[in-house]
């Protein structure tokens, strides 16, 4: 027969020595517990190709050739696409495999290549000037490397405008694809190519009014 007391010890040690084993468990499951927290605070949603895409894909409705794909920071990589909206007129400079992440490295850098077209269509000892103009809705033409009369106009105290040309045939190099308002008018930055001192001609011009462009004449 066991008496009271030597029972009690029994238990009593018998549970100091399970202990540890139950702390580890405890430890091991709050270990698992932060790993799939921290896993899932590393995932990124990607774009990832739905098919095998040829280069020269030009990307007008991004829905249909990519999905939206959680991935793991280290596995999206650097410059991954993460929004279809990004995507949009973008082309492949390269072929991108079904379910490979769509990522900068696959498309053209338009912004190195425009410059560097730029840069080109420039005469010796001309300069790129960025000035604000104001925009004709209907002048779908006043994009890029077309020559251009500058305009200014004036909005006179009695509410009439007075226009006068200040620059003929000159390059529009560019204009910026987000046009904003200004005094209730429309307007967007036009990049221009000028001759030092021209560029302060148009400076002071702004000072005075608006500027606006029309297309120059062939035979003027």
Same mark, same amino acid.
């Given at each position: 027969?066991?008496?009271?007391?030597?029972?009690?010890?029994?238990?009593?040690?018998?549970?100091?020595?399970?202990?540890?084993?139950?702390?580890?468990?405890?430890?091991?499951?709050?270990?698992?517990?932060?790993?799939?927290?921290?896993?899932?605070?590393?995932? !990124? +949603?990607?774009?990832? *190709?739905?098919?095998?895409?040829? &280069?020269?894909?030009?990307? $007008?409705?991004?829905? #249909? =050739?990519?999905?939206?794909?959680? !991935? +793991?920071?280290?596995? *999206?990589?650097?410059?991954?696409? &993460?929004?279809?909206?990004? $995507?949009?007129?973008? #082309? =492949?400079?390269?072929?991108?495999?079904?379910?490979?992440?769509?990522?900068?490295?696959?498309?053209?850098?338009?912004?190195?290549?425009?410059?560097?077209?730029?840069?080109?269509?420039?005469?010796?000892?001309?300069?790129?000037?960025?000035?604000?103009?104001?925009?004709?809705?209907?002048?779908?033409?006043?994009?890029?490397?077309?020559?251009?009369?500058?305009?200014?106009?004036?909005?006179?105290?009695?509410?009439?405008?007075?226009?006068?040309?200040?620059?003929?045939?000159?390059?529009?190099?560019?204009?910026?694809?987000?046009?904003?308002?200004?005094?209730?008018?429309?307007?967007?930055?036009?990049?221009?190519?000028?001759?030092?001192?021209?560029?302060?001609?148009?400076?002071?011009?702004?000072?005075?009014?608006?500027?606006?462009?029309?297309?120059?004449?062939?035979?003027?």
């Amino acid at each position: 027969m066991w008496r009271l007391p030597t029972l009690l010890a029994l238990v009593v040690a018998t549970g100091s020595a399970f202990a540890p084993y139950a702390a580890i468990g405890s430890m091991t499951e709050a270990n698992d517990a932060r790993s799939e927290a921290n896993n899932v605070d590393d995932l !990124v +949603t990607v774009l990832v *190709a739905k098919r095998n895409l040829v &280069r020269g894909t030009v990307i $007008t409705l991004p829905e #249909k =050739l990519f999905v939206a794909k959680k !991935v +793991t920071r280290a596995a *999206a990589g650097k410059g991954a696409f &993460r929004r279809f909206d990004e $995507t949009i007129h973008k #082309k =492949l400079r390269k072929p991108i495999a079904d379910g490979e992440v769509f990522t900068l490295d696959f498309v053209h850098d338009y912004d190195s290549l425009q410059k560097e077209l730029q840069k080109e269509s420039m005469r010796p000892g001309q300069i790129a000037f960025a000035v604000p103009i104001q925009v004709d809705p209907t002048c779908g033409w006043c994009r890029q490397l077309i020559e251009v009369d500058l305009i200014l106009v004036v909005r006179m105290a009695n509410g009439e405008t007075r226009t006068s040309t200040i620059l003929r045939k000159v390059l529009m190099l560019g204009t910026d694809s987000k046009a904003g308002i200004d005094d209730g008018r429309l307007v967007e930055k036009a990049v221009f190519a000028v001759y030092p001192g021209q560029d302060d001609q148009l400076s002071e011009a702004l000072t005075e009014g608006t500027l606006s462009v029309r297309l120059s004449r062939i035979d003027e």
